[in-house]
């Protein structure tokens, strides 16, 4: 474990700073990677309904910026809330983790990842309990946020205890959609998976302050069923992507064949358009639910097959044609998803890596995502021989790109599929 911290001073427009050996009146939580897409919603959330939050996070950049009023990633209706917060004092920033033992509350934003064999490194969790727990209270209920493998809270809960700490261990997992956060954490059924009736009745009235419907079941159960929700949504963009595929590879136009499933017929309603899917949770967590089936999910590496090799069939698809070797290749969007900052595991980047690699000189253009390597979207349209929607960024439907060739398997540019 590091030695312990001088924390950082991040008052400003009304926040608290939390500087260690200084004392500090109580916090009704804290929140360990509160800046984090997940962390901040939740702490704002909290504040809006009259908690004070404590936002605990080594990213001391991101802090300051969220001090200073500025949101550090899009997030629908936090930059308002945000201001209207700062001047109530209802939201402490800190980088030292000894802002733990001013709440018997907290909040872990850590998820589980994934290593470079696919499967779950819970290393992690056995990090941040070493370092944190010394400064838990006695009696602290910690709360699992994030997706984690299935055991994970058990393990938490006996690792504190085998430090000494008698905490109870609750896992209340996110099931918000990334940019739609605000509204739907005080809309959407909280799951609280607890082993003990008093562990699930202090995350209850930790989550009554947001007034939304309680769901209890046993921990390895919540934990299932927050992977199962996103590998069931992982599975259905693998099953539209292979559609799509065998549909074009036989020269069928799949912008017809989905509208004729799906017109007015309920049952085919739910299908897909086809899309990169990627973010930082659908293929990680779906390996995971493979790791937790002794790698019997065949399904799960199925989907992840159709999913990832669809930037490669799209290449080829390009190379057949006519080859890219020397040509311009211009991709729109390099966010995971359409009208997101959020360029984590996105497969734009998996595109331009493929299309250089068969000679292309590749340009990428984003108008939210932070890269410098990015270029103005007119020079990109100007300079490409070929055009590839990349993220399907609704700034991209009034483009002009009839004379152009495209590839537009999103169908954000108003022509249908396109490949």
Request: charged letters at 25%; proline letters at 5%; one cysteine or more.
């Amino acid at each position: 474990m590091s030695e312990p911290r001088t924390g950082t001073d991040f008052a400003a427009a009304g926040t608290t700073s939390t500087v260690a050996g200084v004392a500090a009146p109580p916090l009704d939580l804290v929140i360990v990677g509160g800046c984090g897409h997940v962390g901040l919603p939740l702490a704002l959330s909290f504040a809006q309904a009259g908690r004070r939050v404590g936002i605990y996070d080594v990213d001391t950049d991101k802090m300051r910026r969220v001090s200073e009023g500025e949101m550090p990633f899009k997030e629908e209706g936090a930059d308002e809330l945000l201001t209207q917060l700062l001047p109530t004092d209802r939201l402490v920033m800190s980088d030292d983790p000894k802002v733990l033992a001013q709440t018997d509350v907290v909040v872990l934003v850590i998820g589980t990842p994934i290593d470079e064999f696919m499967n779950p490194s819970t290393r992690v969790f056995e990090r941040v309990v070493g370092e944190l727990g010394p400064h838990l209270r006695n009696d602290a209920l910690v709360i699992l946020r994030s997706t984690v493998y299935p055991g994970t809270t058990h393990y938490v809960e006996q690792r504190l205890r085998d430090m000494g700490k008698q905490a109870d261990v609750a896992f209340c997992p996110e099931r918000i959609a990334e940019g739609h956060a605000i509204e739907e954490i005080r809309s959407l059924p909280q799951l609280i998976g607890a082993s003990t009736e008093r562990a699930f009745q202090r995350a209850s009235q930790v989550f009554d302050a947001l007034e939304v419907e309680i769901i209890r079941t046993e921990p390895k159960e919540a934990e299932a069923a927050k992977l199962f929700t996103n590998t069931w949504r992982y599975l259905k963009f693998a099953v539209a992507n292979q559609f799509f595929v065998m549909a074009n590879s036989a020269g069928l136009d799949y912008n017809r064949v989905l509208h004729a499933i799906r017109h007015n017929y309920p049952r085919g309603a739910d299908l897909p358009a086809p899309g990169f899917a990627a973010g930082p949770c659908l293929l990680k967590d779906t390996m995971q639910l493979a790791a937790f089936s002794a790698d019997h999910f065949m399904l799960g590496h199925a989907g992840m097959l159709a999913n990832e090799g669809l930037p490669g069939y799209l290449i080829d698809s390009i190379q057949e044609r006519r080859s890219l070797d020397g040509r311009t290749v211009g991709i729109l969007g390099m966010a995971f998803k359409g009208d997101s900052d959020d360029a984590r595991t996105s497969l734009s980047y998996k595109l331009k890596k493929l299309a250089a690699f068969r000679g292309a000189h590749v340009l990428t253009t984003d108008p939210y995502v932070p890269d410098a390597d990015l270029r103005p979207l007119d020079e990109v349209v100007r300079l490409s021989d070929v055009l590839i929607i990349g993220a399907p960024h609704s700034v991209y439907r009034t483009l002009d790109l009839d004379d152009r060739e495209v590839v537009d398997i999103w169908g954000v540019t108003g022509k249908g599929i396109r490949v």
